[in-house]
């Protein structure tokens, strides 16, 4: 197992120039990287963080992997992809535990050597393996502003947590902590280390309500909110606001409707 941090959160959309004036604008992250993949019919807009990246996919084509998945579920996450040492070999080992594979072996993508695994192995998670080229440049989010600068973990709504708990810390070697429950929020969950990053599984209690168990209900178990590091939560929020944003200032954080940010739903704050 060589998989070391999530190296980016990939995220459908139909217009990549749109989606930008979010996160380059509104956020202040820099392009880092601008391109068109015409073997898989993608343009790839990547905006870096201190400790991951925000990669924008956009259709070129109709028959594509990324254009099918609009049609079917609108914009949005789409994918979590891990950094690994060896994808090769992670790939192999993978297919070895019975995982069902998209690719099993490594082919080109939009940063380095790539491998997905399908999201009916992973409760509807679209999962990719990816290995940088050695000389990849390392990039930080922005050094000031409002906007966030690091990624502070990815959220997935699951049915039931501690199966996927002992899947994913055995499959990929996160790390588990101990589990909570937040009354107040209506859910109960647990964080799952990654080096720098972590991914948080939750689920509703019974009897709850608000978007997770609306999102469950709707389109089922997978990537939910992305929580995002800001460096003064307030001054975020006020920012924000200023934009004509609704947002929902809660817990030293901001809790931001997907319609301001083409279908994803995100958390920031402090860390
Ligand atoms: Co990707």
């Given at each position: 197992?060589?998989?070391?941090?999530?190296h980016?959160?990939?995220?459908?959309v139909?217009?990549?120039d749109?989606?930008?004036?979010?996160?380059?604008?509104?956020?202040g992250?820099e392009?880092?990287?601008?391109t068109e993949?015409?073997?898989?019919g993608?343009?790839?807009?990547?905006?870096?963080?201190?400790?991951?990246?925000?990669?924008l996919?956009?259709?070129?084509?109709?028959?594509?992997g990324?254009?099918?998945?609009?049609?079917t579920?609108?914009e949005g996450?789409?994918?979590?992809?891990?950094?690994?040492?060896?994808?090769?070999?992670?790939?192999?080992t993978?297919?070895e535990?019975?995982?069902?594979?998209?690719?099993?072996?490594?082919r080109v993508?939009?940063?380095g050597?790539?491998?997905?695994?399908?999201?009916r192995?992973?409760?509807?998670?679209l999962?990719e393996?990816?290995?940088p080229?050695?000389d990849a440049?390392?990039?930080t989010?922005?050094?000031?502003?409002?906007?966030p600068?690091?990624?502070?973990?990815?959220?997935v709504a699951?049915?039931?947590?501690a199966p996927?708990t002992?899947?994913?810390?055995?499959?990929?070697?996160l790390?588990?902590?101990?589990?909570f429950?937040?009354e107040?929020?209506g859910l109960?969950?647990?964080?799952?280390?990654?080096?720098p990053?972590?991914?948080?599984?939750?689920?509703p209690?019974p009897?709850?309500?608000?978007?997770l168990?609306r999102?469950l209900?709707?389109?089922g178990?997978?990537?939910?909110?992305?929580?995002l590091?800001?460096r003064?939560?307030?001054?975020?929020v006020?920012h924000?606001r200023?934009?004509?944003?609704?947002?929902?200032?809660?817990?030293?954080?901001?809790?931001i409707?997907?319609?301001?940010?083409?279908?994803?739903?995100?958390?920031l704050?402090?860390?």
């Open positions: 197992m060589a998989l070391t941090r999530i980016h959160i990939g995220i459908a139909h217009d990549a749109k989606t930008a004036e979010v996160w380059r604008d509104t956020f992250l392009t880092a990287l601008d993949l015409d073997s898989q993608v343009r790839g807009v990547i905006f870096p963080l201190d400790n991951c990246e925000i990669e996919l956009q259709p070129t084509r109709e028959d594509t990324i254009s099918k998945y609009l049609e579920n609108g996450f789409h994918h979590i992809c891990f950094e690994s040492t060896d994808v090769a070999g992670d790939l192999i993978a297919k535990s019975g995982i069902q594979m998209i690719d099993e072996e490594p993508g939009l940063t050597m790539i491998g997905f695994l399908h999201p192995a992973n409760h509807g998670v999962i393996y990816a290995q080229p050695d440049p390392q990039h989010g922005p050094e000031s502003g409002p906007g600068h690091a990624l502070h973990h990815m959220t699951v049915n039931e947590v996927v002992e899947s994913w810390t055995e499959r990929y070697g790390v588990g902590r101990e589990p429950s937040a107040a929020l109960e969950g647990q964080f799952l280390d990654i080096g990053t972590a991914i948080e599984l939750v689920r209690m009897g709850s309500g608000g978007p168990p999102k209900d709707q389109s178990e997978g990537m939910f909110m992305l929580a590091t800001v003064d939560a307030a001054e975020s006020e924000l200023g934009e004509g944003w609704t947002v929902t200032d809660a817990n030293a954080g901001a809790f409707s997907p319609k301001h940010t083409y279908g994803a739903r995100l958390r704050s402090e860390a």
